[in-house]
């Protein structure tokens, strides 16, 4: 779909405060970045496909990892990208529950969890009739 910049972004602000305060909360020192696709270079380091689409991408220290220095280390970034969705997705609804789950995806990485983690969390939000 056919959507300005601002108005992607205001959604991925909008699910950002959507995100459980308990976690919310604990996010510190993340930086949270729109771009429209991401780089040659972050599609060369996830050994990404061309056919492949990239949503979302953590890039920092997970917090399980970090031993008190964190004023040493570069700000987490969690990059959200515009194109790969609004391609895929034709209603307004779908993109904004796709960044929302991405921005939790990316979220997740950040407290440590691996995939088999975030996807046991993400099927069982899916049984909530809320969520659907
Ligand atoms: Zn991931």
Redesign the pocket.
Known sequence: MDIAQEQFESYVRIAIDNIPSVYRDKLDNVTFRTEKEPSPAQRQSLGLRPCDALYGLYEGVPLPRRNGTTHLILPDTITIFMHPMTHHFNDQKSLQRQIYKTIW?EVA?YFGLG?DR?HAVESSLKQHPDND
Do not use: V
């Open positions: 995806h990485h995939h975030i």
